[in-house]
């Protein structure tokens, strides 16, 4: 209904109102919905590039353990809690937790493996390209590359520190798969450990710009009666002029003889 100078009457402008606030509701709702815009590649996948380190305890025990002398407590990052062991590899567990302060490979400098070398708490950096992820760890300065050339794995591999790691897309999500480990890296400083039967699936996925999701499926029936998950969250380092310094602690030993001293003897 008009008012008398054929301009609105009340009851039109109250519905106009009401029906701004819902056009406006319903725009702030599919805002929402859509989540932050996350960093992308020329071709539209995720783009992983940049530093970033967890703040997670993980490496101290990947199963939930009460404060000790060489670690805090921390309530694991295992599904499930604990790690499904066949009954001689606990065996073998318990004896790598009794000798850890000696036994443990990153004592030694060791490349830290996959996963141990994402929730180690020291940065790593990565650089994408269409073809594939290189990663490059501040501890040891070990290079992983992830290829996501659609390329399969080596049908007569050695055995590898880092494996060998093939990636494919799943929607926004880096799924890669990993094998053809050696023996010798553990999980973590707790002496959890696996043989060269090691599989390991791993997912990355954005949860904002500036913090990823990783996930890994483990899976090895030399140790395990089961494959078991664990999940941690990373978050890229934004302070200014950050950057991986070298820690090549196996090397610390030689620090008299290397680099070579030009006016020593």
Do not use: C
Request: glycine residues 6%; charged residues 25%.
């Amino acid at each position: 209904m008009s008012s008398p100078n054929n301009g609105p009457s009340s009851l039109q402008i109250a519905l106009m109102l009401a029906s701004g606030l819902i056009l406006l509701f319903l725009a702030t709702g599919d805002a929402g919905a859509a989540g932050p815009k996350i960093p992308r590649l020329a071709n539209g996948k995720p783009d992983f590039s940049g530093i970033w380190q967890t703040t997670s305890a993980a490496d101290y025990d990947l199963e939930p353990h009460s404060n000790r002398k060489d670690a805090p407590p921390g309530a694991g990052i295992v599904e499930g809690h604990y790690l499904p062991y066949l009954p001689a590899a606990l065996e073998q567990k318990k004896k790598n937790f009794a000798a850890r302060d000696t036994l443990d490979p990153a004592l030694k400098g060791y490349t830290l493996g996959v996963p141990r070398g994402i929730y180690y708490p020291e940065p790593f950096q990565i650089f994408q390209r269409k073809q594939d992820l290189t990663l490059v760890h501040q501890f040891g300065h070990s290079v992983r590359t992830i290829h996501t050339d659609e390329t399969d794995h080596p049908k007569d591999p050695y055995d590898w520190w880092l494996g060998d790691s093939r990636a494919h897309w799943d929607g926004d999500t880096l799924v890669v798969d990993v094998k053809h480990f050696n023996d010798k890296t553990w999980f973590d400083r707790a002496g959890n450990y696996h043989s060269d039967a090691l599989h390991v699936i791993e997912k990355w996925a954005f949860i904002d710009p500036n913090t990823v999701e990783y996930k890994a499926t483990v899976e090895d029936p030399k140790v395990f009666s089961k494959p078991w998950n664990l999940s941690v969250i990373l978050h890229r380092h934004r302070e200014k002029d950050f950057q991986l310094i070298e820690d090549y602690r196996f090397t610390l030993d030689y620090d008299d003889a290397y680099p070579p001293k030009p006016n020593k003897p």
